[in-house]
């Protein structure tokens, strides 16, 4: 297979940085001598000398073959649309009229496919940024957090109980029923539903440094290979909380949390009927102060969590929904944006969608890829073509800080809050100046 785009600026921008040309061929999978070329040619004529024609670009990928090869496999491909370049070699080799011939390879039938344009180009992962956080071994470092499978609740419907734990002090921070239809699922939890759930439990114990989840599609970007970040993960890095991802396919990685599933079911809801959604979570509230004060924990030395960790009680990271606006700093988002790097394909219309909003770069770009950056200067996305040429710019779609909040009602979805109660004058003027501005930005 050639060279993507994004591995060819991968390989020039990691050449520049120094990287010996060894040690990123055996990162990358490539040999030493690909290095070296797209590497001289970057420094050549930068990102301009990085767009080139693979293969055979004027005779085509079949073009040493009869063309009756070529017009079989078309006419095939478009009546089995669903055959791939491997089924298409498997019949060649079975027809009679190729008895004896020699047959195109996977890799030359998969390059006339490109051609063609009957299949895109194949386009590698991107990762999201993300720094390791080095573990101190203190409570509030590191959380948890993964949703159980739903189940029904008699009286109150089907749920999924959305759990956080503490890493290091193994507190039951939290298990929150997200209400998800009556007699059947009508719904999944959504972006909200998760920032409920953290509101509650930042109010109850602070803020934590880091929050490690899994890759469902509402804290990952799962359809494409260019993730954006998602709205709830940039919310994160607005309240200074780094996001990190357990890897692919290793539930281990939330051992804990996957534990207390089965825990939080024995707990409450086995066996337990409620007559309300609030008596389920006033019940899950109140077990889990017996979780953390009474019931001991076989990691801890047969302690409970507060009573090993007493200082556990609260992180030193404090939140108040109510102050939310004050405490979100936008600051951090644009530098994290500003170090992502995304790939679309433009639609018919002259549209790609970067983070489920839909941009128009414009119609002359239909089919071809374009690279999206993100300027911390001018807090614009510029949108270049594969020739490093700057063809759109555009800002984000609405309100940064009110898409980052949600609606301005959350207060009123928080169960069981109580608003902090103004005791001077001060305090209640600045409360009814952050309504008011607040309702400006609605």
């Not at 063309?67 to 496999?73: F, H, P, R, S």
């Not at 644009?334 to 128009?360: C, E, H, M, P």
Request: aromatic share 12%; proline share 6%.
């Amino acid at each position: 297979m050639p060279t993507t785009l994004e591995e060819r600026i991968k390989i020039m921008t990691e050449s520049a940085d120094g990287e010996p040309t060894w040690r990123l061929a055996r990162r990358m999978g490539w040999q030493p001598s690909t290095i070296r070329k797209w590497r001289l040619r970057g420094q050549k004529a930068g990102r301009a000398g990085l767009v080139s024609q693979m293969g055979r670009p004027k005779r085509g990928a079949l073009s040493s073959y009869p063309a009756e090869v070529g017009a079989t496999i078309l006419r095939w491909r478009k009546a089995n649309p669903g055959w791939g370049a491997e089924t298409l070699v498997a019949e060649l080799k079975r027809h009679p009229c190729f008895a004896g011939q020699k047959v195109p390879s996977t890799a030359t039938v998969n390059r006339f496919l490109q051609e063609q344009e009957l299949i895109s180009q194949r386009q590698k992962q991107v990762e999201l940024p993300e720094s390791q956080p080095q573990p101190s071994g203190l409570a509030h470092d590191v959380w948890e957090m993964d949703a159980q499978g739903y189940q029904f609740v008699p009286e109150v419907g089907m749920i999924t109980l959305i759990n956080l734990n503490d890493r290091v002090s193994h507190l039951r921070l939290l298990s929150y029923p997200c209400f998800l239809g009556g007699k059947r699922v009508e719904r999944h939890a959504n972006w909200a539903d998760y920032q409920i759930a953290l509101r509650l439990a930042f109010t109850h114990w602070g803020r934590p440094k880091v929050l490690q989840v899994d890759h469902e599609s509402v804290f990952f970007d799962n359809k494409t290979k260019s993730p954006f970040p998602t709205p709830l993960h940039l919310w994160l890095i607005a309240l200074n909380i780094q996001l990190t991802f357990s890897r692919f396919g290793r539930p281990t990685d939330q051992g804990m949390t996957e534990r207390s599933h089965q825990l939080w079911s024995r707990q409450v809801l086995q066996g337990k009927q409620f007559p309300s959604w609030e008596a389920l979570y006033q019940a899950l509230q109140e077990r889990r102060d017996f979780l953390n004060l009474h019931l001991p924990c076989a990691s801890l030395e047969r302690q409970p969590p507060l009573v090993a960790s007493p200082e556990a009680h609260f992180s030193h990271r404090p939140y108040r929904p109510e102050f939310e606006a004050d405490i979100l700093d936008l600051q951090p988002v644009y530098a994290y944006l500003a170090q992502g790097q995304w790939f679309r394909r433009v639609a018919a219309n002259g549209t790609i969608s970067l983070g489920g909003d839909v941009y128009y770069v414009g119609t002359k770009w239909y089919g071809r890829q374009v690279e999206v950056r993100f300027s911390a200067q001018s807090h614009l996305f510029l949108c270049y073509s594969q020739a490093g040429e700057l063809i759109k710019q555009f800002c984000w779609k609405g309100d940064f800080l009110s898409s980052l909040i949600g609606s301005a009602d959350f207060l009123a979805n928080l169960p069981g809050f109580q608003l902090h109660l103004p005791f001077c004058w001060e305090d209640i003027r600045n409360q009814h100046f952050r309504r008011l501005a607040f309702d400006m930005m609605l």
